[in-house]
Every structure is written in C-alpha cells, then in structure tokens.
C-alpha cells in the first residue's frame, strides 16, 4: 500500500534537507518568546509540525521510530509537571505562586536574551508539552481506521506490531 | 462596523452548529464560531495607527504606550486557541467513534436514547 | 495562608504524574488518587471561617490576578472535595469491573477537580473561563468514558451543548472587556457602577447568564442532562449531578449576579420563574420514567429549581434555606447515585421493571437508598426538611405565597417519585422481575460501601448544622452574598 512507503523521491528528499531548519525554528520561536511574539504555544505547534511533515512524507514506522508513542506520552507529562515545579519554587523562594523568583534575586537588563527571569524557562516547557501532545494526538487520529465486517463496525489500527 | 460583522461570521457559525445533519459540518460550524471569537476580542485592542506592543532599544516609555495596540487580548486569545484545538479534538474522536458504532455521520439516525 | 495554590496545583500534578508511572505498577492510579483527593479534603476543612486574597506573582490587583476565598468559596470547596473523595473511593472497585483504563479515568478525574476547585476559587473572570473549561472538557471525555453507542451519543451531545455555552460565555467576558477595560470581577464591578447603562452591557449580562445556565441545567437549557447523567461511569454521575452542576452552574450565577452586576427587582422575578419552571417541569419528566438513573437525573433539574427560586427571593432567609439546600443535595443527590451504581454493579441492569425486593440481599444499599430517599422527599428530621421548609417559610415571609405554593405541589411530586423508586426498586417487584438471577445477588463489596455509610450518616445529622440560623455556621456565607458589590468590591480591592 502507498501509505505505507510515503511520498515521492523529490518530497522525501526535500524533507529531509529541510526538517532540521524547521525544527531549529520552532526552538527559535519558544526561546524568544519573551521578546518577540510568540512564546511557549506557536512553538510548540511549529515543533509538533516538524514531526507531522516526518510522517506525512515517510510514512508512519518511519516517525514513530524517531518519537514513538510512549516518549511522546513521558514528554507530555514531563513539560506539564516541569511547569508547575517553576511555579511551586516560587513559594519557596519569594511568598507567593509563579513569583518571578530569577528576577527578584538576580535582575538582568532588558532587551537581552537572558532576561525576564523564570518566563523563558516556562516558555520551553509549555513548548515542549505542546509539540508533543499534538504529535501524539494527530497520530493515534491517523492509525486507527473503521472497517465494516459484516455489516458491523470495527476499529482497527493499521500499525504493524513490532516485537514485544 | 467591523464588530458587526464578526457578530454575523458567530451567527454563521451558530447557524451551521444547530441547522446542519452531518457532524462533520456542525465540527466545521464550530471552528467557525471560535474564529469569530478570536478575532473579537483581537479586535477589541486596536488603536488607530498603532504600533506592534514591542518595545525596542531607545524607545521612550511614554510615548510608546500612547501608540501601541492593547496587547491583553493578544495573550487572552492565545489561550483562548489552544483550548479551542483541545475541545476539536476531541469531537473528532468522538466523532470516529460515532461512526464505528452507527454506521453512519447522520445525527437523525443517531437516536438511541429517549424518553 | 499559602495553601490557596495547592488546591490547584495539587490536583494538576497528580493528574500529570500518573501516566507517567504507572504503565508497570497496576496499583499506583488508585491508591495516588485516594491519597489526593483525602489531603483536599482535610485542607478544605482547614479553610473554614477564614477571609483571605492571594495575589498571584506578587501583583497587586486589579493588575495582577487574585484567588479569593471567602465564605461562598469555602462552602464549594468542601463539597467538591468530600463528594470527590467518596467517588474515588467508590470507583476503586466500580471501574475494575466494566471499564479498561484506570490510569486515564485517574487522570481525568483529578483533572475535573483540580479545575473545580480552580473555578470557585478565581478572582477573575478569564480565569474563571479558563479554570470552567479544563473541567467541562474533562468532564465530557468521563461521560463516554465505556465507548458503547449510547454513551458516545450522551457525550456527544452533552459536548455540542456545552461548547456552544462556553463560546457565548468567552463572547460576553470580551464584551464586558471592551465596556470596561479589565477583567479582574471587583474592578468589573467598581466601573459598572461609575458608567451609565447600556444596552451592549444588558446584552453580555444575558449571554453570561444564559451560558452559565445552561452550565447549571435549568429549564430551557437542560436538553443534556438527562442524555449524560444515565451514560457515565456511577461515580462519574454522583460528581456531575452533586457538584459540577453546582460549582460550574449555580455558584458562578450566584457570584456574578450579587457581586458583579448587583440585585434588583426584575433578576429577582427572572430567577423565581425559571426555578418554579424548572421545579415543575423536572418533578413531572421524572414520574414517567422507567430507567432509575435517568429518574434521577430528571429530579436533579428539581432540585436546581428549587435552589434557584431559593436564591431569587433575594432575602437573607431565603438565600440561608438556598445555601442550604445546595449543600443537602450534593449530600443526599450523589448518594442516591452512588446507591444506583451499586445496584447496576450487582443486578447489571438500571431498569427499574427488572429489580425487585432488594432488600433482602443488599442491605446496606437498600437501607442508605431509604435514607436517601427521605432526605429528597423532605421529611423531619432528615436534612432535606429542614431546607425546604426554610425556603417555603422564606416566600411566604417575602410576601410570595404563590412561590411558596408551588414549591410545596414540587415537594410532594417528589415524595411520590420516590415512594416509586423504593417500591419497585427495594420493597416490591418489578413487572418483569427475575427470580433465578435474584437467588445469586449478594452485597458489594467494603471499599463500595463506606461512601454510601458516610454520606447517610451525613445526612441524618446535617440538620444540626442549622443550630443558630443566619449567625451559625452558614452566617458568612449569607454575609457574602447579602453583602453585595460593595462589600466585595472592598474586600478585594482593599487589601
């Protein structure tokens, strides 16, 4: 079947130039976010998009061998409890929830890249927890199929299933 | 002006939720009316002849927040989107699941319950 | 008074962790969401009495954003959390039985709370909206939690309806954004009253109200209710119909219409009829039922009713004997659903024509569905008496005896509702009872009854919680919302 062996020669090649560029921007976006727009969530689709592009032009074993579906899940959960652990050391650190703890202690000039205090630091994990819960939602969305078996529905999984 | 007209792309959009049979167009009818949100409260911010709200290096302060756009809704919005894609979501894989179960995308044949 | 944020963040990282280990060990999921849901109940206990603002980031307001906690706060976050404990408690052994994932089911659910106590909690109304979404969304993926084709369709309807009332929630908060320029509710507030009237106020007032009514499940917006009530999960249904439609519905109306718009004569009129409709409406849809949770689920918009008429009076016994009645009927409401979970667990059926003399095997269910029963039916000296004879007292006393007469025909519709659901279900027969499935039946088991154990004895004593009248327990409450926009406004912004 062709979805399985991806697009033609020149999509595929033209991916795999390019896929580093994307992502790269995508980090851009997160890592600026305090500075330009943009900022934790675009970054995040942009990221998400770097891998739906993968899976578009190679097919889907080829993406999941780059980000399976329990790295993706580890991931989602990792960028979201990385959040609150910034937000709770703010009560550890200054008396209140999400205190911009790095600001009041260590304050740095405007209009540098390191500046701003902990918002940078909640920019890439909100980046993080984004990029991986939209891969994994577009793929359990893209593997599962519904045939009609005699005359009732059924929902398979097109994966092939690797060893155990 | 233009906010009427952003109220009329929400009737639309609430026209084709509650009028249309497919669930697939009432999933469409959806996005359209979150659209019309968005650009809403977007839209609530503008000043006219306003500059972007990014300040850059020698700009004076005060002058700078006599010309900008507002940028609250620009951060509201934001989130306002994300939780738009999460609530598509997951009327798209109720939606696939409808149709493994029914047979069918047809709301008035999807009529189980009663009473 | 740091604790305000664990409320929220608690639940949150819970809800986060779970997936993460629990793919190997198959005990974690329970025994973390128990440990959890029981420290929130002991630190809402702990917030009892208690008056406080907590500013977020170390902004002031109306700059920054604020968690409030006053008396009205209080009283929700103790019911969303004991509701919540004695459903995770009753879902240890509930969700072994037909449902696949226990550590998604976990991590929703925490999810659901964390967003509830987000809700009552938040200054601020995008917080506000933001905080309601997490929950409702939430909420939606529980109730077609079992994938079966009726579930599905409740979900999806339940979906469709509350997506619409979200949308027209975000609408008005940008309408109100644009009059006002903030968002924060005390500053909302101050400038409402500084600026003359407009009609585009009068609109966002009636798309707020409208949306968060259909949130609550009164009368012209109560299609899903019983569609999502009957097809989720038993510990799903006793949250949704003791606390979400409380938290989500009635306590956001409550707050927006006396802290935030201020009470007049014309709210007052349109909060009686809609409760006295929903009251009728809801008592005369349940009689015909023949399906014991959806019976239930028709009763639940009765009892909103009779809230809502309880809180339109408008006067300080009439919002007492409202407050009160909230609390009873998240008490004895979910225990009624709990009850019928343990009957489906049992007997694998919910129609009441199938069951029959019940309380010869299962005696404890059949004994807390009795308590139950007499509670909603309101009679001495059961907690359900005590708040509706306040409420009847409270019409007459403000010049309303009509209100007060058809709350009186609602009480009575509801005893012969009930008088049906114990016949059929625990002292008679069914039409098409089964006699071989009958000899096999025998009582859940422990973990499933201490909830139910709990909240009779809850029930049974809850009235005593009324010693002292509007200066006792229920006293701040009634302040807070008695006080109105000033009394807010002060609060908040004054400190």
């Known amino acids: 079947m062709n979805e399985e062996k991806g697009m033609s020669l020149i999509v595929k090649t033209v991916t795999r130039w390019l896929k580093g560029f994307i992502f790269l921007f995508g980090a851009y976006i997160v890592v600026y976010g305090h500075l330009s727009p943009g900022g934790g969530f675009p970054g995040g689709v942009v990221f998400a998009a770097t891998f739906i592009l993968i899976t578009l032009a190679f097919g889907r074993e080829y993406a999941l061998r780059k980000m399976g579906k329990i790295l993706a899940s580890e991931l989602d959960s990792l960028g979201a409890l990385l959040f609150l652990l910034i937000a709770l050391l703010g009560i550890h650190y200054g008396g209140t929830f999400f205190l911009n703890f790095i600001e009041k202690n260590h304050p740095s000039g405007n209009f540098n890249l390191f500046s701003a205090g902990t918002i940078p630091l909640c920019q890439i994990s909100i980046g993080i927890k984004v990029g991986a819960c939209l891969f994994m939602i577009f793929i359990i969305l893209a593997v599962v199929r519904v045939i009609f078996v005699d005359g009732k529905g059924k929902l398979i999984t097109t994966e092939k299933k690797e060893k155990k | ?115 | 008074m740091n604790i305000l944020p664990v409320f929220v963040a608690l639940p949150f990282g819970v809800a986060f962790f779970i997936p993460m280990v629990s793919r190997k060990l198959k005990w974690v999921p329970d025994v973390l969401g128990n440990i959890t849901t029981f420290i929130l109940l002991i630190l809402s206990l702990m917030t009892m009495n208690q008056e406080f603002v907590y500013h977020i980031g170390g902004w002031k307001p109306p700059i920054g954003i604020v968690f409030v906690l006053d008396g009205l706060s209080c009283l929700l976050l103790i019911i969303i959390n004991l509701i919540g404990f004695m459903a995770t408690l009753f879902s240890v052994e509930y969700i072994e039985k037909r449902y696949t994932s226990k550590l998604r089911y976990y991590s929703l659910f925490l999810l659901m709370i964390g967003g509830m106590n987000g809700t009552v909690l938040s200054g601020d109304l995008f917080n506000l909206f933001v905080f309601m979404e997490i929950s409702a969304i939430s909420s939606y993926a529980l109730v077609g939690f079992g994938c079966d084709a009726r579930e599905l369709e409740a979900s999806f309807k339940y979906l469709v309806m509350g997506n619409v009332a979200s949308l027209f929630i975000l609408y008005a908060v940008a309408l109100l954004y644009g009059k006002t320029g903030s968002l924060n509710i005390a500053d909302v507030a101050r400038i409402l009253r500084e600026i003359p009237y407009d009609n585009l106020i009068g609109f966002a007032f009636v798309l707020l109200i409208g949306g968060y009514m259909v949130k609550a499940a009164l009368v012209p917006f109560h299609a899903w209710l019983p569609d999502a009530h009957p097809s989720a999960p038993a510990p799903i249904s006793a949250m949704l119909s003791g606390v979400v439609i409380k938290a989500l519905g009635t306590y956001v109306i409550t707050r927006l219409i006396f802290n935030l718009f201020g009470f007049n004569q014309i709210i007052s009129n349109l909060l009686i009829y809609i409760g006295i409709i929903s009251m009728i409406s809801g008592v005369c849809l349940a009689i015909l039922q023949s399906d014991l949770k959806r019976l239930l689920a028709y009763s639940s918009i009765e009892q909103m009713g009779f809230i809502i008429v309880g809180l339109g009076l408008g006067t300080p016994l009439g919002i007492l004997g409202g407050i009160f009645h909230l609390f009873n009927h998240s008490l004895f409401k979910s225990l009624l659903f709990l009850d019928s979970g343990a009957i489906e667990y049992e007997t694998g059926t919910r129609d009441l024509n199938k069951m029959g003399l019940l309380y010869k095997k299962m005696p404890i269910t059949s004994f807390s569905t009795l308590i139950g029963s007499l509670s909603i039916s309101g009679i001495p000296p059961l907690n359900g008496f005590w708040s509706k004879l306040i409420i009847i007292l409270a019409a007459i006393k403000a010049g309303r005896p009509i209100v007060a007469l058809w709350a009186v025909i609602g009480s009575i519709l509801t005893l012969s509702l009930f008088i049906k659901v114990c016949r059929y279900s625990l002292y008679g027969k069914g039409e098409k009872f089964d006699e071989e499935k009958f000899k096999n039946y025998k009582e859940v088991g422990n973990l499933m009854i201490v909830p139910l154990i709990v909240l009779s004895i809850l029930c049974i004593f809850t009235g005593l919680l009324l010693i002292g009248g509007e200066n006792g327990i229920f006293g701040p409450v009634v302040d807070v919302i008695n006080g109105g926009v000033l009394q807010y406004i002060n609060k908040v912004l004054g400190s």
Not at chain 2, 58 to 87: M, N, Y
Not at chain 2, 99 to 112: A, H, M, N, S, W
């Open chain 2, 1 to 115: 002006m233009i906010y009427y007209l952003c109220f009329v792309v929400f009737l639309i959009g609430l026209y084709g939720v509650t009028c249309k049979k497919n669930i697939v167009k009432i999933i469409i009818g959806f996005t359209l009316m979150e659209y019309a949100v968005n650009l809403f409260l977007i839209l609530l911010g503008y000043r006219k002849e306003g500059i972007p709200p990014i300040l850059s290096k020698g700009q004076d302060i005060f002058e700078f927040s006599k010309k900008a756009v507002d940028p609250l809704p620009q951060a509201l919005v934001l989130t306002s989107i994300v939780i738009g894609l999460g609530v598509l979501s997951l009327m798209v894989a109720i939606a696939i699941r409808l149709y493994q179960r029914y047979g069918t995308f047809d709301i008035t044949e999807i009529k189980k319950l009663k009473g």
